[in-house]
């Protein structure tokens, strides 16, 4: 265990003296963590709650922990995009498993189980919008596992070359990389969904080729993601979050799925009118399977 004490200016907490973008203290997280982008989804979640002891908010990060059935679940909201994600699964880790008053490692490490639900464009023509995605693997074209020391333990390093390789992948582009969700979470939440690889994106417009205004550099490179296959597994939706989610869980000995509502078909062109329900079926799929 690393008993070195965490500087100030690396381990930030509030003047209340929680953890500074979460603001939130040990006991109001619970093991079982639902992660949604939108903060108007964390009320979608924990209506559900019997119980909800806390409720806490800053800036786009909404947090409700309560009780479902006798499970202790917190929700709480991410925002989008791996960078909100990098401040997320750090902070959440940071709450469980390091002293506040001391600023070191607690000796005994907590698991967490994260499980994002959010809403996806489906890759693939035969995922229709209002069905759900588990993701096996993400593959980040982020490029943000490689500011970690640990990338090469996490990442599948074969999947990672193939993918480079096959896809031709620009060299001017952020270098991407694969990480596999938790055999754990997977076994317990993906039964009766649609599995693949999730590609996270780091931007909604050109990085998943919507060409609006500004035009895209490489226009090919939807076809070649919808075409990449790597033994059974394609990539079946894009997303914004998992590669992040996936990688820094895995170096900080958590566990991490995702599971996502097709709101969109990108192949087919056809948008959700409502996704809505189906959102609501899959939040209550995951609060009895968690």
């Given at each position: 265990?690393?008993?070195?004490?965490?500087?100030?200016?690396?381990?930030?907490?509030?003047?209340?003296?929680?953890?500074?973008?979460?603001?939130?203290?040990?006991?109001?997280?619970?093991?079982?963590?639902?992660l949604v982008g939108d903060p108007n989804r964390v009320p979608m979640v924990?209506?559900?709650?019997?119980?909800?002891?806390?409720?806490?908010?800053?800036?786009?990060?909404?947090?409700?922990?309560?009780?479902?059935?006798?499970?202790?679940?917190?929700?709480?909201?991410?925002?989008?995009?791996?960078?909100?994600?990098?401040?997320?699964?750090?902070?959440?880790?940071?709450?469980?498993?390091?002293?506040?008053?001391?600023?070191?490692?607690?000796?005994?490490?907590?698991?967490?189980?994260?499980?994002?639900?959010?809403?996806?464009?489906?890759?693939?023509?035969?995922?229709?919008?209002?069905?759900?995605?588990?993701?096996?693997?993400?593959?980040?074209?982020?490029?943000?596992?490689?500011?970690?020391?640990?990338?090469?333990?996490?990442?599948?390093?074969?999947?990672?070359?193939?993918?480079?390789?096959?896809?031709?992948?620009?060299?001017?582009?952020?270098?991407?990389?694969?990480?596999?969700?938790?055999?754990?979470?997977?076994?317990?939440?993906?039964?009766?969904?649609?599995?693949?690889?999730?590609?996270?994106?780091?931007?909604?417009?050109?990085?998943?080729?919507?060409?609006?205004?500004?035009k895209l550099n490489y226009p090919e490179i939807n076809t070649n993601i919808?075409?990449?296959?790597?033994?059974?597994?394609?990539?079946?939706?894009?997303?914004?979050?998992?590669?992040?989610?996936?990688?820094?869980?895995?170096?900080?000995?958590?566990?991490?799925?995702?599971?996502?509502?097709?709101?969109?078909?990108?192949?087919?062109?056809?948008?959700?009118?409502?996704?809505?329900?189906?959102?609501?079926?899959?939040i209550l799929n995951v609060l009895d399977k968690i």
């Amino acid at each position: 265990m690393n008993t070195q004490r965490i500087p100030e200016s690396q381990l930030v907490f509030n003047d209340e003296g929680a953890i500074y973008h979460l603001n939130i203290f040990p006991e109001m997280l619970a093991d079982n963590v639902i992660l949604v982008g939108d903060p108007n989804r964390v009320p979608m979640v924990s209506k559900f709650f019997d119980t909800i002891e806390y409720r806490r908010a800053n800036r786009e990060i909404i947090t409700h922990t309560g009780t479902y059935k006798g499970k202790r679940i917190t929700v709480l909201s991410t925002g989008m995009g791996t960078d909100n994600i990098d401040i997320v699964v750090n902070e959440l880790d940071a709450v469980a498993n390091i002293d506040f008053k001391e600023r070191v490692a607690r000796a005994k490490h907590r698991t967490l189980n994260l499980v994002r639900i959010g809403t996806s464009g489906a890759l693939q023509p035969e995922i229709d919008i209002d069905t759900c995605v588990a993701s096996r693997y993400a593959v980040g074209l982020d490029g943000l596992a490689y500011f970690y020391r640990d990338y090469k333990s996490v990442i599948d390093n074969e999947m990672t070359d193939a993918f480079i390789r096959d896809m031709n992948y620009p060299s001017d582009l952020p270098k991407p990389y694969v990480v596999k969700s938790s055999d754990q979470l997977f076994d317990r939440l993906a039964d009766g969904f649609h599995h693949g690889i999730t590609a996270t994106s780091p931007g909604f417009y050109g990085p998943q080729g919507r060409d609006i205004r500004a035009k895209l550099n490489y226009p090919e490179i939807n076809t070649n993601i919808e075409r990449f296959r790597y033994n059974e597994w394609k990539v079946t939706n894009f997303e914004m979050e998992s590669s992040a989610l996936f990688m820094l869980a895995k170096i900080l000995g958590h566990n991490a799925l995702t599971v996502c509502v097709i709101a969109a078909n990108r192949v087919l062109e056809k948008f959700s009118p409502n996704y809505h329900p189906a959102m609501e079926r899959l939040i209550l799929n995951v609060l009895d399977k968690i």
